[in-house]
């Protein structure tokens, strides 16, 4: 048993369709699940749509732009609309009625997995031609928890389910599912997090026991660093799940952070590979550590550096310690980097303005606080002496860190 997962770059147009099919075609003998997501940017149009919708403003065009970015895609490839297709766009419109009726978290969760519905529901329907293949809705499988638009998974539910609904279905034929999407427990649809595909996939290959999960992607397989960024990068062959883990910590954004976890734990291998040049064999990421690796560059702009410094002339203690802490626990902040003195803690972390009022809301009693950003902040793992000298820019350093293994510097 294989899962591949399929992100929007690779479907989204008429010729990724095609490219798709070519490769679950000929993929070979095993049983085989296909996650998928929406079509190119779909979801940020979703998102769109449903602020619109959401706030009462009207939304017409963007829904009349999402329905024609389809359906030229589906004149491409097939004769007549497929009718699953065509019930999730009049779904997708009566579910608009009303909708500003709801939380903004949970209208969320109910419009904007029609991306993943409408894009499986195409490909499913041209696939069929080529192979046999059956569509199933991922929200009989995947259950969740009611935090909505970043739901949390229920293994226990989810694991039934996927043995009772997709292990039958995927013995007999190759299973076309979305990535991103869930139900919760009253089968309202949920989502898992942006980029949440990735996650599914993983999902799936640890509830099937599957022999090795692919991501099909726009790259040849992992590399050291963005190369929009860098130009002179260096790709993986092979990386522990650990390494990898480490560098979604630090921001790279290779694959869903959550995405490791379930398939380490099974010891599933990882392929990443490219769906426009599959001679390319990629980066597998399993458990053999293969010697010292490459030094590896994460760069993260928009970050926040906030400064808390103690009112009484006492010290930064653990308790204030503590208390600065729990703060951002409660508020679900990740620190990227933090530095404390006699007096005071620095934080680093992604500039978001709604959490840095809370901040603010939560700590002034306490403590004098003061804010500095846009800031970047770059990492590098595994440094090597020469590798600093890849950091090119003439930046004013705020803050520096380094430890053994990984280097990261907060400038401006
Ligand atoms: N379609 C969703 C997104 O764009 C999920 C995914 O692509 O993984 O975030
Ligand atoms: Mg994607």
């Known amino acids: ?112 997995p029609f991306g993943e519905l409408m894009s499986t529901s195409i490909i499913a329907a041209y696939l069929g031609n080529y192979t046999k293949c059956e569509w199933v809705d991922a929200r009989s499988i995947i259950r969740t928890d009611q935090y909505f638009s970043e739901a949390n998974v229920d293994w226990v539910v989810t694991e039934r389910q996927v043995t009772e609904r997709l292990l039958p279905v995927v013995a007999n034929s190759t299973v076309v599912t979305q990535g991103f999407i869930g139900s919760d427990v009253e089968g309202h649809s949920t989502t898992l997090g942006r980029e949440g595909s990735d996650y599914t996939g993983a999902i799936l290959a640890y509830c099937l026991g599957a022999e090795d999960f692919t991501v099909w992607k726009d790259v040849p397989g992992i590399l050291n660093a963005d190369p929009r960024i860098l130009d002179d990068t260096e790709q993986y062959n092979n990386l522990s799940y650990r390494e990898v883990t480490e560098m979604t910590y630090y921001g790279a954004q290779v694959i869903h952070p959550k995405t490791l976890k379930p398939i380490a734990q099974k010891s599933i291998p990882l392929i990443v590979r490219s769906f426009l040049d599959i001679e390319k064999t990629g980066t597998t990421i399993a458990s053999d550590q293969t010697g010292k690796t490459i030094p590896c560059f994460v760069f993260k702009g928009n970050q926040l550096l906030v400064t808390a410094q103690v009112k009484d002339h006492s010290f930064m203690d653990e308790k204030k310690l503590g208390l600065i802490l729990q703060v951002l626990d409660l508020l ?12 005071t803690l620095s934080f680093c972390i992604d500039n978001k303005e709604f959490k840095s009022k809370r901040i603010k809301e939560l700590l002034n009693r306490d403590f004098l606080l003061s804010f500095e950003s846009p800031l970047n902040l770059a990492t590098i793992k595994n440094y090597t002496p020469d590798s600093f000298n890849k950091l090119p820019w003439n930046r004013t350093v705020i803050m520096e860190q380094k430890t053994p293994n990984n280097y990261q510097v907060l400038y401006r």
């Open 1 to 112: 048993m294989q899962i591949f997962k399929f992100g929007g770059a690779s479907v989204k147009d008429a010729s990724g369709v095609r490219n798709l099919t070519e490769i679950v075609s000929n993929h070979g003998q095993s049983k085989l699940a296909i996650v998928v997501s929406a079509m190119g940017k779909t979801t940020n149009k979703l998102e769109l749509l449903v602020k619109q919708a959401n706030e009462g403003m009207d939304y017409q065009d963007t829904l009349s732009e999402l329905k024609e970015f389809h359906r030229n895609i589906v004149k491409e490839l097939m004769e007549e609309a497929p009718e699953r297709y065509l019930a999730f766009e009049d779904e997708l419109e009566r579910q608009l009625i009303g909708i500003s009726e709801l939380e903004a978290n949970i209208a969320y969760d109910r419009i904007v």
């Open 332 to 343: 679900n902040i990740k620190i990227n980097l933090m530095q404390n003195s006699a007096l």
